[in-house]
Every structure is written in structure tokens, then in C-alpha cells.
């Protein structure tokens, strides 16, 4: 996972961790934990939703979450 590019397309947006927990009706900690590649990775349900909100390209998409 490219956690960089990630953080950097929600600092885009403004959004923080905290952010993107509500969006996806997850706690601070879990999404901390699937950036920083914790034990945890982000389900396809989660990248669909991610996908939606920052208008991401097939493209974006695998280089964030499948690189």
C-alpha cells in the first residue's frame, strides 16, 4: 500500500484520519492502523467507498491500495 499517497490525496481534501473513520464507520486507531499497514488492510467495500469520495481514477486506485 502506498500510504503516502493516500494521506497526501486526503490532505487534498482536508480530511484527516478522523475523517475518513466516520466516512467509513470505522474508529481513529483501525484506519491508523490500515495506513500504516497495522495488521489490518482495507476491504473492497472500504476502497469503493474511498474510490467515491476523492473522485479516484482506476489508476489511483491500484497505485494506493495494490502497489
Do not use: P
Not at 491508523?32 to 488492510?41: A, D, L, M, Q, V
Amino acid at each position: 500500500m502506498n500510504s503516502q499517497m493516500l494521506r497526501s490525496i486526503m490532505v487534498l481534501h482536508g480530511d484527516t484520519n478522523k475523517d475518513l473513520a466516520k466516512l467509513l464507520d470505522k474508529t481513529e486507531q483501525s484506519i491508523s492502523n490500515k495506513i500504516n499497514e497495522k495488521g489490518t488492510e482495507f476491504t473492497q467495500g472500504e476502497i469503493a467507498k474511498i474510490k467515491a469520495k476523492y473522485n479516484l481514477s482506476a489508476e489511483q486506485v491500484e497505485a494506493i491500495f495494490f502497489s
